[in-house]
């Protein structure tokens, strides 16, 4: 068995860890590695499974069979596999971005509803980039139309997916000309399954052609809806201090952790946490007062939008219970490990579903309607108050959180960089362009037991930091960033270069900035587009000096988001490969003819420093075909590009 | 210490080929999956799961004790260093005649590659030198196959068949 430390980078998980086997509790780690060795067939994307003349499997080493019964060779099988898993991640992000709609159109018709439009000026930024007229309507009438038109995204059947008029002419053009333009959010996952289908589409190329245009329409549709629309129901994110990790649970408070993913049900938690009456039930059970924590998006959710601190990320989830001093867990969506029932049995935590398409083993279904939100909400908070009494042991949690500044989003940036009275992104611009950056990378995605919890995600973030990469995280690689303490501004101190230094010191930004949860990644595009739209490097994503990672990553909306950053023009680099390793071609043209059509292209490599050095690499590149100077200071990695360049201050200029 | 043996329970064997699947990436250069798909030539399992009247078995060298090919081998390629140890075969002597291939009751020994040379069970002895199972045991994942003493192996059986004795007494 591997050493704690050999799990988890991360010292909080790694004390955990111990006491977790000392109490014979099995985790994640310990069911992976009665997982080893996983199946080849499964790990190459050799096995299909899709009609009953299968299960059939294409042998890569023996004598054995090189096709299907259908006559499916290994290229078309894995196609099929990944076209479908970024079927199924397209469809968790635009579900969540679908209910959100749902929220903002209730909001829109019901006075008394308990949600509320709370950021207008987004809501009227939103209905200008949608060509809704706003003049001499309410604002709820503007909601109710901009809720219906988001709506209507899912279901359409022609035309183009209305939010990829935010991406450059240059992307919507390489969409239009290899007929990849998104038309509907739905369409575009249904027409994958069809296409998957015994018997009809049979060309690797063309399968992962409408692979991308369902994940164009997660990235710049249901993606992008569920975060816009978010902003106006709950505000757009400000920058706001926090911490993180599990030291947060708080042992003399009523602590309550939400787990998941959509905002509707953690923004009621917070509101009723706050509810006057709840607050004196949990002073008369004895407790100091009720804390609130997350794990996941929805902890990357309200802090953003709260300050409430983060508990921890995907690969905490179980921890967090074991602790014996969370009184609730409070899970919606997405990620939640069907393990918790039965590790939260083992101590007095109650382990609350509330969506009506998950429901666990061994948990307490409360179901949460919008309708009734703010109600049911106060109903999970009593009872957590309620279950404080029932606490058995508790372990403390070394406190070791870290603070941050987290919620940044592509427009608060602007005014973050420009001030107030003159937003723009001229200031990012002019420092790559000057090479005070070098370029921009995005860190995200998730954990997974393979690799060593955490550890991906700081090692490259600090790599590319050093080497005056400006880096912007999601998901739970933002919360690996922030338990690492890269989230606080002081760490641009410690860990960035110099030219990097500079400029988080005449702003005043953490270097690592912090834009949110998966389905956020969308801000990470609206960021690229206004880059491109500002001037000066090039006309085209594909032209920025920027790169992408997913270190860690795991589940099928990683996928999703892996094309739709590649199909948006950018290189990025995997720490583990899709499973179709077993499919040459396949691979030759996600690696590389994909970059012919839309300027970006996958890289797998697992070590951290190794990918940060091909992501620089990729940026260098970009800067030479920019003709831009290279890096203002001397780097650590001087990198492929610049290795036989002269030194920057004998370069005439 | 009697010998250890790779004992097969075929009710278990589900046909996954996984241990086809790992016993090729063993006998890789890289020792790792992605690795070995990239070599040239391709390393080939030693293991086969055969079908027979819809029924899978994993089949592979037996390690016989008066093993036929080791016999029939003109220029001592197949050998074997003592009583206890594996059946081997080195390339190096092999003249490529094919009598082990002829000889093996089970056809457990293939032709190599490249054409050159045969295919047979080492028993891991790379592995088994560091302490770790042979590839396929550890691979399969219903433990159809064990490495374990033949004493332990015929126990176990002489275990399981008194247990079906008794129930079926007591029905």
Sequence with gaps: MASHKERSADPVTVRLLENAAEAGIELAWDRYAMQEPQCGFGQLGLCCRNCLMGPCRIDPFGDGPKEGVCGATADIIAARNLARMIAAGAAAHSDHGRDIAHTLLMAAEQENCDYQIRDERKLKSIAADLGIQTEGKSTREIARAVAELCFAQFGQQHGEVVFTRKAPEDQRRRWRETGVMPRGVDREVVEIMHRTHIGVDNDHVNIMLQGIRAALADGWGGSMIATELSDVLFRAPTWIRSEANLGIIDPECVNVIVHGHEPSLSEMIVAAAQDRGLLALAKEKGAKGINLGGICCTANEILMRHGIPVAGNFLQQELAITTGAVDAMVVDVQCVFPSLGKIAQRFHTKFISTSPKAKFPFAEHMEFEEARALEIAKRIVRTAIENYPNRKKVTCCPSVEKPLVAGFTSENIYRMLGGTYRATYRPLNDAVMAGRLRGVAGVVGCNNPKLVHDYGHVEMTKELLKNDVLVAVTGCSAVANAKAGLLAPEAAFEFAGEGLQEICRAVGIPPVLHLGSCVDNSRILIVLSNMVAEGGLGNSIADLPVAGAAPEWMSEKAVSIGFYVVASGVFTVLGQPFPVQGAPELMKFICGGIEKLYGGKFAFESDPIRAAHLMIDHIDARRAALKLPPPMYPQPYRGKVYAEAPARATVAV | ?171
């Excluded at chain 2, 374990?148 to 176990?156: H, I, N, P």
Aim: proline share 7%; charged share 25%.
């Design chain 2, 1 to 171: 210490m009697s010998r250890k043996i790779i004992a097969v329970d075929v009710t278990r064997c589900m046909a996954c080929h996984s241990c086809e699947i790992a016993c090729a990436v063993a006998h890789s250069a890289s020792k790792t999956l992605a690795g070995a798909l990239a070599e040239s030539p391709r390393q080939r399992p030693r293991v086969h799961v055969e079908h027979v009247a819809g029924h899978p078995v994993p089949i592979q060298c037996q390690h016989c004790d008066d093993a036929p090919c080791v016999a029939a081998c003109p220029s001592g390629a197949v050998s074997r260093a003592g009583p206890e140890e594996p059946v081997l075969f080195d390339s190096a002597r092999c003249i490529g005649c094919r009598m082990c291939v002829q000889a093996c009751p089970f056809g457990a020994i293939t032709i190599g590659p490249d054409g050159k040379g045969v295919l047979k069970c080492d028993l891991c002895i790379e592995r088994l030198s560091r302490g770790v199972e042979p590839a396929c045991v550890s691979a399969c994942p219903t433990r159809a196959l064990r490495f374990e003493d033949v004493d332990q192996a015929t126990r176990r059986k002489r275990r399981t068949a008194s247990a079906n004795l008794l129930s079926g007494e007591t029905k």
